[in-house]
């Protein structure tokens, strides 16, 4: 058995969710992709995947192979890849997660560029508001928002955001604008639903501390809330890429910002730091820049 064709059959299954899938994508037949993933498993001695009539799921052995896999055929592309004077086009499918709204607003533009560049390229794009195991869910980027726990992890980092407590104009003419964060439990502050009261965090004289917000107001997504906040209701607290904007018109206004904490980095993550297929470090390079010179904008919109 060739088994590193074997591992490429393997991993086009998994991608695309079912045999017939892979089977189109490899331009084989169907009955060769079954036959090659039995010869596998045979090989292997485990089950790869769970199969029903209708599913097609990876078991615990199965997500472990796919992940080693996936470094297995990184190194043996690497290793071509140095023997050439040029680095091939990417090709396969690539794999990026990020926020909703900052994947929406950045992240997916900057993708569609890139695939407009390259035609051999496919993505798949997970816009998620939570953090995303990365190989567990095979995803090849994340961009996250804030501070790096997993040290298994790579990160680039490609600038900042601000979280920026705001209102409009209309809203600070009537209510006066609060001179300190302990004045939110009395004001009308627009939440959004977790786990409990809503708190927001500030930092005075270099020690962090955090309000419990007032208000009658409160939703379970952002965008809601910015208009809510736009349209006179009350104070919101966001990054200040969700608002940038509404900042950049005039529509919003910040408040108490010699109380903000550190901006949240953002930063690009993703789990090897050298066995990367050649489709991973063209899609690195093309979002380190461009989502640097996105947030530097934002950073100039701030700023005035």
Same mark, same amino acid.
């Given at each position: ?143 996250? @928002? #804030?501070? %790096? ?6 990160? *680039?980092? =490609?600038?900042?955001? &601000?979280?920026?407590? $705001? +209102? !409009? ?20 502050? @627009? #939440?959004? %639903? ?6 927001? *965090?500030? =930092?005075?004289?270099? &020690?962090?501390?955090? $309000? +419990? !917000? ?21 104070? #919101? ?68």
């Amino acid at each position: 058995m060739d088994t590193l064709r074997a591992m490429q059959v393997f991993i086009h299954i998994a991608d695309a969710g079912s045999l017939s899938a892979a089977a189109r994508q490899l331009g084989h037949s169907l009955p060769a992709v079954v036959r090659t993933l039995a010869a596998l498993e045979a090989h292997l001695g485990v089950r790869l995947f769970n199969r029903t009539t209708r599913r097609i799921q990876l078991t615990d052995e199965g997500r472990e192979y796919l992940h080693r896999s996936r470094s297995v055929l990184a190194a043996v592309q690497e290793a071509e890849a140095a023997l050439r004077p040029d680095t091939p086009d990417p090709a396969g499918l690539l794999t990026v997660t990020a926020p909703v709204l900052f994947g929406q607003q950045h992240v997916a533009p900057e993708l569609t560029a890139l695939l407009r560049q390259h035609a051999r390229l496919r993505c798949r794009m997970l816009l998620l508001d939570r953090v995303v195991n990365l190989l567990e869910e095979g995803v090849d980027i994340g961009v996250r @928002i #804030g501070a %790096l726990e997993d040290s298994s992890l790579v990160a *680039r980092p =490609v600038g900042a955001v &601000r979280r920026m407590v $705001v +209102a !409009s104009p209309d809203w600070l003419a009537a209510q006066g604008a609060p001179r300190h964060p302990r004045e939110l439990a009395a004001s009308d502050c @627009i #939440g959004l %639903l977790g786990n409990g009261p809503v708190w927001w *965090r500030f =930092v005075e004289q270099g &020690r962090a501390f955090s $309000v +419990a !917000s007032g208000g009658r107001l409160e939703f379970n997504h952002i965008a809601p809330a910015i208009d809510a906040c736009v349209a006179g209701l009350g104070l #919101g607290a966001f990054l200040s890429y969700q608002i940038a904007g509404h900042l950049a018109a005039g529509r919003l206004r910040p408040v108490l910002t010699e109380f903000e904490p550190a901006p949240r980095p953002v930063q690009l993550i993703y789990p090897h730091a050298r066995l990367l297929p050649a489709r991973v470090r063209v899609a690195l390079d093309w979002l380190e820049a461009r989502l640097r010179q996105r947030l530097a904008g934002l950073d100039a919109l701030e700023a005035d």
